[in-house]
């Protein structure tokens, strides 16, 4: 019995992994590809060999009379409307000839294309442009990008408590899954039959989905922080964590970056962090603001564990990220601490709770919307001159040309030191220096 359920477990394992069935949710969305003929018309006795089949990237078009890579809609907007080829070599799909029927199809090229790898993609043909914008949303709902603006926002003006405790939460979350990734080492779904509706993370391994872990962490993880905390009602705090959640990871799949079983997986995992990381946030908040030892523990911890976890095979995305949100969350314990010893910090006292959200007025916008900018403005300044600093330093220190930054951060030497140094001055910058700057100037 044991061994048959073993079986019947590895064979729906098999099922969800399959790429075929990413291309079948693709196609029902009003995603077609635009590969040539050969590569879906190819006799089932001759399969397309291995390295072809798996290998991810741009292709060559082949279509006769099809636009250049760079007609089109640019990086992924909408554009003008054009009656298409007919995609995938599937005959029928498409009308032919100059007194067809047009029809509301869009050429698109893929999202936020990857100036390290060189990775640009294939173009493809979108029918339903709302799911398209929709899953373009949820899929940002997931990235790094979206949680350096979300957490900064959040603390200077919402809960910095929360923020503060969201922040060790995707940190190693998002370790925790990177690592696993670069253990397991599996391949993005094939394309084709998958069309890569982004690239952006194309040279990463994809088990289990690190979007699906980060979307799912962090709304739930928000839900139970400040339930109880803030005035709302249960069901509303789980709708939108569920609703945030499903939606990051449905579009991971629709951007044709994972499969249905990587998704689900990196759900669950998900959730098996958190179960293990809530009890003890409370703990680990405490003794970053309060032990003396608090600074030196997370930096050798944060560092030691950048260094342990790479052993990559090549070049990968996943290294840099993960170091980012490692720097990131380093940066923001140690000024949690800081701030506690200089008194600066913004918690609510506990006779306040339940805290109730203010009436909304265009006062508390505008004050809201002031102190988000000159933060952000402070965050994009100290990013950039840590940038300018760290990386000319890195090359010299190591022997590398400096002249060509893609290249020099595309070597492990530099590009992980690069993204700790960093951020971790901006994570630093966040909790603490930004805050002093609003007293400075009148917003706190």
């Known amino acids: 019995m044991a061994r048959a359920c073993v079986d019947a477990f590895v064979q729906m394992c098999n099922y969800l992994q399959e790429p075929r069935h990413v291309a079948r949710f693709q196609n029902v969305c009003g995603v077609k590809g635009t590969f ?44 003008d409307a054009v009656a298409a080829p007919r995609a995938n070599g599937t005959p029928g799909d498409e009308p032919a000839g100059p007194d067809a029927e047009p029809e509301d199809i869009t050429r698109a090229k893929p999202l936020r294309r990857n100036s390290l790898t060189g990775d640009v993609g294939q173009e493809f043909l979108i029918r339903n442009k709302l799911l398209f914008y929709l899953f373009t949303f949820g899929t940002e709902l997931g990235n790094e ?31 925790v899954g990177q690592s696993t990734k670069d253990m397991v ?13 982004e690239v952006f993370y194309n040279s990463e391994y994809s088990m289990p989905s690190t979007h699906a872990m980060t979307g799912t962490a962090i709304p739930f993880c928000l839900f139970m922080l400040t339930y109880g905390r803030w005035q709302y009602s249960f069901l509303f705090g789980l709708s939108v964590a569920l609703g945030w959640s499903v939606l990051v990871c449905v579009s991971r799949v629709y951007m044709g970056m994972h499969s249905i079983l990587e998704v689900i997986t990196g759900f669950l995992y998900s959730l098996l962090i958190l179960a293990c990381f809530h009890p003890v946030l409370d703990k680990i908040d ?27 095979d090549s070049w990968s995305t996943s290294r840099g990220d993960t170091a980012q949100a490692l720097g990131t969350g380093a940066g923001a314990a140690v000024a949690s601490h800081v701030n506690h010893r200089l008194g600066l ?100």
């Open 36 to 79: 040539p003929d050969k590569a879906t018309r190819r006799p089932e006795r001759e399969p397309e060999p291995e390295r072809e089949r798996e290998r991810p990237g741009p292709r060559r078009r082949l279509q006769p009379g099809a636009l250049s890579s760079e007609a089109g809609v640019g990086n992924g907007a909408a554009g």
């Open 145 to 175: 990008m979206f949680f350096i603006v979300f957490f900064p926002f959040l603390f200077w003006n919402v809960d910095a408590l929360v923020s503060r405790r969201l922040i060790v939460v995707w940190a190693w979350n998002l370790f």
């Open 185 to 197: 080492r599996w391949s993005r779904p094939a394309s084709p039959p998958v069309v890569k509706v």
């Open 286 to 312: 405490t003794f970053y603001m309060t032990a003396p030892s608090a600074p030196l523990v997370v930096v050798a911890s944060h560092v030691s564990l950048g260094l342990v976890a790479f052993s990559l």
């Open 345 to 444: 910090l913004m918690d609510p006292p506990l006779s306040s709770l339940p805290l109730v959200l203010p009436h909304v007025t265009a006062g508390l916008l505008l004050r809201s919307l002031l102190r988000f900018l000159v933060g952000v403005a402070a965050l994009l300044l100290t990013r950039t001159a840590m940038k300018s600093l760290a990386i000319p330093f890195l090359c010299r220190l190591f022997g590398l040309p400096a002249d060509d930054v893609r290249r020099a951060r595309q070597h492990m030497r530099v590009e992980l030191p690069y993204r700790y140094m960093v951020y971790s001055v901006v994570g630093f910058s966040c909790v603490c220096v930004v805050p002093l700057l609003f007293k400075v100037v009148g917003l706190d």
